[in-house]
């Protein structure tokens, strides 16, 4: 990977002797309304033979288009336009028909985000995947033994009962390594894997991650790993190259790049990501200003020079070549010396408003006491959560999907109706369970930010009719104190004039949530729940919305119970987290006592599961499986089917441990003491369950 | 209020209005990202209004309907004789200089008969399915907004209304109330609301999961304002594709009540009458009397069809 690598300087000759893959020069173009819009610019890349190269970018940046060039798969509208493309020493953009299918199904194989839509649904997995040894010319009984075979190295616990299976009836996580197997089948030798674990919860993605790593080393392919999670690149790429609007930035090994970027892009991407230890009020998030250029517009020099706090006369005049940093490393900039030292586009620190922390009242501002919802009978999607929010704080609530963490915040907003015996109180005052028999006063008490804008904004209403109607509505104002506020509120989330008469469909997705922020803050809520809100969108995005949210809370004194299933965020926001399992709290406590740990065994392998750019945490822990259904929770203590810690007398399967609060404010519910926690959180020996 | 902090200005303010166009072609695609299979939901942009301009089957269609259009309103203006004079010296003459499509059993001149006769077909018929349309408008979205019991005991009437054939629902009301053009309208209206409700259902039962919803219940909104402020903008599309398709069948159903005798009465020119009048011509060979008018009715539903057509496609594009 070293001498393979080497980098391109300026034309892009390959310098190793047969890569697994060259691209050289490549130049997509997508024809719309007649017009040819650039969606790739002189890319060029290799990747040796064995090695895994990493291809990040944010959302418009043409990573998926990469993967589609390689094979001809581009949409009808799109086209190669210049450059070339090598795989195994073949040319896929001159072969004719029957050679392109030949090495689409021998050579290279493509994993792809939704496990769902690759699997044919009708059709049984076992025979989906026999197919692909089928083609290859076994025999039925070969093939399906061969399936059988390489649903087991996928880490199938029983092959034969999955081969009988539909798609549909497979997990995510499941689905997702029958693909793999179905891809690994030929042994192709090039695998492109476009963001295989988005869909996926995070301790999944760890195993799927994991796996992917193992069979990597045992049939020696080449990866190109597509990503838009620069950790998730970092845990699986020798290599990384950083694609934006199209072009190539900076390539090189990925912890170097990583850990010492050195084109601006790079850093302010990097600058965007919670690290640990970043705080919310004292240490913030940077952002890169400006947008994405438009695709297809013509720049005449650099690409990123617009929004480049180093930028120079230069740059918006000559498009900068590949200079060499070092021996295997490139950037395309002319200033790539200075790239670490990027000077903020925001400030680090804001300065402390005085005097909101409390407003004389005492007590926790809501508390839900033993909230319960059973769907359709059976299904308990929370089970007797007891929880306070303190007046001010940042509640961060994290759990898988199925943990009950949506139903809670839908619970506490009238949303959702709870189980009998449930109640919620805020400021001592009882609410009622159903939003509709709330009073306006109490209404506007609560709000929340949804996760997805393009469903939360009604798309036939304008920004203004979005953001007055609540105003209207719960805050009584009308006229000109209604203009006010609403160009009060326009102000405080950056938003301008002009988007006002503009619907939600001409919005780029962090304006649009900006605008589902204001609404929301319209009313003057106390209590703002999160839904991930920033989980649909790219991650200089993501910085901003963040400082956003807490800027607001500064401002406008708000309560934020801020659910996220990216532990970075949640830590970087929260005061308190809350840790959700199977509709049960399994620990509760200040944000740092939790993260430091002693924490409960569900926590820790959450923990484990993340993959992180701070260097390389051990993996300690891997859960296998994926969340039992709530419909028939495990006996005794919920989480002892998957737990690595469970303890041999049996009582984990027995009784369900209490929360007990061995320190002050920090809650386990486990039956290993704390202090014996400790010791084996610290010992890091833990025989891990299954995994490689 | 606390006076909102103004901080120091933060990157993407000047955002570019225009989405980043190039995602939504993609989303063909398995591994196209999420957020570009959402910006494509939005619709009906004027872009997309100029795009039903350029189809020509939108043209054809719409050239037609203007033809009987200015024939319905100007029809007594140009058409070669009355409608309703007769010329007893000449019944049921073939087509000829003087009679380009003949004359019906009466000496009355069929062309003449066929330019004014769609004006009456052309009043019914969209006044009828405006009628249908927004009484199953109102019926689709409560029963997609309420669901629940509402839904089902609507949803089980819709049903057995739907079981029953169009033409007996409309003899049944006809009776009742008397033949008239009111009556017509009245009676096609009512027997196209369910079918028109339970396409607005669908499609408000999905708007009703967007979070707007919960949103706007968060804002105390009342039920009809959901219904009529929020989801009914939204179910817009759907609701004018099955307006232009319902159109097609109000002119078919108008002609079938004309032609078993309970549409528009004689002497007044209508197609489907006139082709009740003289169908039974057709076996001693006077075709002209009933092809026609047939055909004038063909062009009718085609002109609709073809219009609604175009409508759908661009709105699903």
Redesign the interface.
């Known amino acids: 990977m070293t001498a393979d690598a080497a980098p391109l300087v300026d034309s892009g000759a390959p310098a190793a002797p047969a890569p697994a893959l060259s691209v050289t020069n490549l130049d997509v173009t997508?024809k719309?309304r007649g017009q040819d819009?650039l969606?790739l610019r002189d890319v060029t890349f290799s990747i040796a033979r064995g090695e895994s190269f990493g291809l990040v970018g944010e959302?418009?940046s043409g990573k998926?288009?990469v993967?589609?060039a390689l094979v001809r798969?581009l949409?009808s509208?799109?086209r190669v336009s210049g450059g070339q493309v090598s795989i195994n020493g073949l040319d896929p953009l001159s072969m004719g028909r029957a050679a392109l299918r030949d090495l689409r199904a021998r050579t290279v194989s493509?994993v792809?985000?939704?496990p769902g839509?690759?699997l044919n649904p009708s059709i049984r997995v076992g025979r989906q995947i026999a197919e692909v040894f089928s083609i290859a010319g076994q025999s039925h009984g070969e093939a399906t033994a061969s399936a059988e075979e390489m649903l087991r190295k996928v880490q199938i616990s029983d092959p034969a009962r999955v081969m009988g299976r539909y798609p549909h009836e497979l997990s995510g996580g499941m689905a997702q390594r029958a693909i793999i197997a179905m891809a690994l089948a030929r042994s192709p030798s090039l695998l492109i894997l476009?963001?295989p674990t988005t869909a996926l919860d995070a301790t999944v993605e760890a195993e799927v991650l994991d796996l992917v790593a193992a069979l990597r080393q045992e049939f020696d392919t080449t990866v190109l790993f597509?990503s838009?999670n620069l950790a998730v690149i970092a845990k699986m790429c020798d290599r990384v190259g950083v694609l934006y609007a199209g072009q190539l930035l900076e390539q090189g090994p990925a912890r170097a790049v990583f850990e010492n970027p050195r084109h601006p892009y790079t850093v302010g991407l990097l600058r965007c990501i919670p690290r640990r230890g970043q705080r919310k009020d004292s240490d913030r998030l940077d952002?890169?200003?400006?947008?994405?250029p438009?695709?297809?517009s013509s720049i005449a020099g650099c690409i990123f020079a617009p929004r480049c706090a180093l930028v120079q006369d230069r740059c918006r005049t000559t498009d900068p070549p590949f200079f060499l940093v070092d021996a295997t490393r490139t950037s395309r900039c002319f200033f790539h010396e200075q790239a670490p030292d990027l000077p903020r586009?925001?400030?680090a620190t804001?300065p402390e408003?005085a005097g909101?922390e409390t407003d004389g009242a005492d007590g926790p501002l809501v508390v839900m006491a033993g909230l319960s919802k059973t769907f359709g009978g059976s299904v308990r999607a929370l089970a007797g959560v007891d929880l306070a929010i303190e007046r001010g704080e940042t509640l961060g609530l994290v759990g898988e999907s199925g943990s009950g963490k949506t139903t809670l915040a839908?619970v506490l907003?009238?949303?959702t109706k709870p189980d009998e015996g449930s109640a919620v109180t805020m400021n001592g005052k009882p609410l009622s369970p159903d939003?509709?028999r709330?009073p306006?006063e109490v209404?506007r008490t609560?709000?929340?930010v949804?996760?997805?804008p393009?469903?939360?904004?009604?798309?036939?209403?304008s920004v203004r009719a979005l953001i007055s109607?609540?105003l209207a509505?719960?805050a009584g104002l009308s006229g000109a104190a209604l203009q006010a506020?609403l160009e009060?509120?326009i102000?405080?989330v950056?938003l301008?004039d002009?988007?006002l008469a503009?619907?939600?469909?001409?919005?780029?997705?962090?304006?649009k949530q900006r605008v589902a922020i204001a609404?929301a803050f319209g009313?003057?809520p106390e209590v703002v729940v999160c839904d991930e809100p920033t989980s649909?969108?790219d991650v200089?995005?993501q910085a901003?919305i963040l400082?956003?949210l807490a800027?607001l809370q500064?401002?406008?004194?708000a309560t934020y119970l801020f659910i996220s299933h990216d532990l970075g965020l949640v830590r970087y926001l929260s005061d308190r987290i809350v840790v959700l399992y199977l509709g049960r709290v399994m620990e509760v406590g200040p944000a740092e006592t939790v993260f430091a740990g002693p924490h409960h065994p569900y926590t820790e392998a959450l923990f484990s599961a993340v993959p992180s750019l701070d260097g390389e945490r051990p993996d300690r822990i891997r859960l296998t499986g994926e969340i039992p259904s709530a419909a028939d929770p495990p006996s005794g203590c919920v989480f002892h089917t998957r737990c690595p810690r469970k303890l041999a007398t049996g009582e984990c399967e027995s009784t369900e441990p209490p929360l007990h609060e061995d320190e002050p404010g920090h809650q386990i519910r486990c039956h290993i003491p704390l202090a014996e926690l400790r010791e084996l959180q610290r010992s890091q020996s833990v025989p891990s369950q299954g995994g490689s | 209020m606390s006076g909102l902090l103004q901080p120091p200005a933060e990157p993407d303010v000047p955002q570019p209005v225009e989405r980043v166009e190039h995602l939504g072609m993609t989303t063909g695609y398995l591994g196209a990202t999420a957020s570009a299979a959402v910006a494509v939901a939005s619709r009906a942009t004027p872009a997309a209004w100029r795009l039903l301009l350029r189809g020509p089957a939108f043209w054809v269609g719409a050239a037609i309907l203007l033809f009987w259009v200015v024939c319905a309103i100007f029809g007594h203006l140009f058409a070669p004789y009355s409608p309703l004079a007769q010329n007893l010296l000449l019944p049921s003459a073939a087509p000829s200089g003087a009679h380009w499509f003949g004359t019906d059993p009466l000496g009355r001149d069929v062309l003449s008969r066929v330019i004014t006769g769609s004006r009456d077909i052309l009043i019914i018929t969209p006044l009828a399915t405006i009628l249908g349309t927004i009484l199953g408008t109102i019926l689709g979205l409560a029963m997609g907004y309420f669901g629940g019991t509402f839904d089902l005991i609507a949803g089980r009437i819709v049903e057995a209304f739907l079981a029953l054939p169009i033409v007996i629902i409309a003899f049944l009301f006809i009776v009742a109330l008397g033949p008239s053009t009111g009556t017509l309208i009245t009676v096609i209206g009512l027997v196209f609301t369910p079918l028109i409700a339970r396409t607005v259902r669908s499609a408000a039962q999905v708007e009703r999961q967007q979070d707007y919803v919960a949103a706007s219940r968060l804002f105390g909104e009342s039920p009809v304002r959901v219904m009529f402020g929020e989801i009914l903008p939204n179910v817009m599309p759907a609701i004018l594709v099955e307006f232009t398709v319902r159109l097609g069948y109000a002119i078919f159903t108008i002609a079938t009540l004309s032609f078993l005798g309970f549409g528009i009465t004689p002497p007044t020119p209508d197609w489907g009458a006139d082709i009740y009048a003289n169908y039974i011509n057709l076996l001693p060979g006077y075709w002209w009397q009933t092809l026609f008018p047939a055909l004038a009715i063909a062009s009718l539903v085609i002109a609709v069809i073809l219009i609604a057509d175009s409508i759908e496609q661009v709105l699903a594009s």
């Open positions: 997508y719309v819009r969606a959302s418009g998926s288009t993967a589609l798969y949409p509208n799109g493509m792809y985000q939704e839509r690759a476009d963001e597509i838009h952002t890169i200003p400006g947008f994405l438009t695709p297809g586009s925001t400030p804001i408003l909101h839908r907003l009238g949303l939003a509709r709330r306006r209404l609560l709000q929340i949804f996760q997805n393009d469903s939360a904004l009604n798309r036939r209403h109607r609540p509505r719960l506020r009060e509120l102000a405080s950056r301008e002009r988007h503009l619907r939600p469909s001409q919005l780029s997705g962090g304006l609404r009313p003057g649909a969108l200089s995005v901003a400082n956003l800027d500064q401002t406008e004194r």
